[in-house]
């Protein structure tokens, strides 16, 4: 059931808010210190061993080393112990940390300052496994994905927030340092008090023995993740997102400077532009997804990230020199909103691109090594940051522009998102489901409360279309492997559709004794490994749009794997161009009641294995299309 009206609801509620501010407050003052650090450095510090235009390069990397280091480590504590422990623990360290980065702020100390920046790293990959980790115990499936689209939302605010606040303080006359360190300070023990509110969130494997080689602990954890082969690609994805991300933020002061003729004032524009389209993505999710974890959104964000990285080289093309500009005189020329609206865009698109797939990985995977698959998600990201960093270090050396990077990044991301969608095309195929129940139908869907979110059940419904599985599969979270007649195979696109979804072919007895054995061992493979089964009990698609007889190959289902039947009617759908009315044919008058008309899913409560009976069963599905 729902808790609350919307995902801001949540900040509401103690077992996500204090989690909530916690992260924001670490993710600000890390880029508060860490923007303050780079400041001090490239503008203020003459350092002969570290200087300006390596800046940026050794601070990142300091920062990104502990991930690589220690996330094996930190996963394996945050499946052992309580959670709100680690994050009081966590928070705590941020206090020692920037205590003594305070001390080198004032002094100007740059190696103490440096350690920091590693010891912040290290408080980040702690935090990380937790942070992610936390969200599934505490949200039900329904609340996971505006959840994380807050904390994705919260993440760049902060971040957008820490980079001005560090610039302003290191920035004021001989008391900038200090300023800095009393603010980092400041927001550490903030921190602090509030991770006292986090409720507590109990160890899912308290007799989990520590590995402290990190070297081996992130092989295992790299295979443990590889175990779920849609969990593993997901985490390429987010990995993949990281890369892409990273080539812009990092390119930010050079395409102010070099390609759109701006200061140090439109570098900071473009970064609260990308922020906020980032943030504005995440949020969207839970919108576009109807509070459900959509992955079906996926293929849009990465279809969006493509088209507005390469419309930014495009954009960039007709800009005329210009002497350096302010950010008023950079806004009042028209070329530059349409460089804006790129990046605001792209940046929207990889915040609904990322956020199902965090939700994904969070459902998807067991929650006895749920942190240990998001430690190994933190070293793939840094892996990926890394390589990012060096492709694109290597594409300019050999003379490629900023603008011909991003035009590099649209097509490697256009090719990327195709192989992994290849590879699990459960992403298409929710796409497909996603488009057809928001763009061509109004789906309206209730009583999904009732289709389980974990654990084996069969899920039975009326047969009305050749689309009925498309349907079936928007309104559940969890994939869904359908029994179907196997002349559908030969209907050209939906007979290739269904083979990606991994339809099982029947046939009846008579006409093909093989195959109608093979239907029933699969379907009985697929509930012994806990998972959902689709069937349409009346054998073929309604001619008349009346509800046909039940056949008995559930209760021979049921005879070997006992398990929950859901009951699932589809509702005003007879009379679409996917159903048979006219002399028995479908598909053959498109658009014919117009676009988005009405059709809805009715479930109703599950049936114990042992009260289930065809007649019975055709009896629930016949009340549910009166509902």
Known sequence: ??????????????????????????????????????VLVTYQLQVSWLPPSMAGLVIGALFILPFLLFSATSGQLADKYDKAVLIRFVKSLEIAIMALAGWGFIRQDVPVLLGCVFLMGLHSTLFGPVKFAYLPQHLSERELTGGNGMVEMGTFVAILLGNVAGGLLIAIPETGGRDVAIACVAVAVLGRLLAQAVPASPSTDPQLQINWNPVSETWKNLKLAHGNIVVFRSLLGISWMWFVGAVFLSQFPS??????????????????VFSVGIGTGALLCEVLSRRHVEIGLVPLGAFGMSVFAADLYFATQA???????????????????????????????????????????????????RARIIAANNILNALFMIASSVAVGALLSMGVTIPQVCLIVAVANAIVAGYIFLLVPEYLLRFLAWV????????????????????????????????????????????????????????????????LAKAIPIASQKDDPATYEAAFAAARQVLAEGDLLGIFPEGAITRDGELAEFKGGVMKILATHPVPVVPLALQNLWGSYFSRIERGAAMVKPFRRGFFSRVGLVAGEAVPAKDVTPQGLRERVAGLLAA
């Open 1 to 38: 059931m729902d808790h609350h009206p919307n995902q801001f609801a949540l900040l509401g509620q103690r077992r996500f808010a204090p989690f909530f501010w916690v992260q924001f407050l670490g993710a600000g003052n890390d880029n508060l210190f860490k923007f303050a650090f780079t």
């Open 255 to 272: 395409l102010a400077r070099d390609v759109l003729h701006g200061n140090e004032q439109v570098a900071s524009l473009l970064l609260v």
């Open 319 to 369: 800009l005329p020199a210009a002497s350096p500009m302010g950010v008023a005189a950079f806004v009042a020329i028209g070329a530059n909103w349409r460089v804006m609206i790129d990046l605001a865009l792209l940046a929207l698109s990889a915040g609904v691109y990322s956020v199902p797939m965090y939700a994904l990985i969070q459902i998807r995977t067991q929650p006895t090594h």
């Open 436 to 499: 057809l129940t928001r763009l061509i139908y109004r789906f309206r869907i209730r009583g999904d409360e009732h289709i389980p979110e974990s654990g084996a059940a069969i899920l039975v419904c009326n047969h009305v279309s050749f689309i009925d599985a498309v349907l079936l599969m928007a309104a559940s979270p969890r994939p869904v492997r359908f029994i179907m007649d196997h002349r559908i195979f030969a209907t050209p696109v939906l007979g290739t559709l269904f083979r």
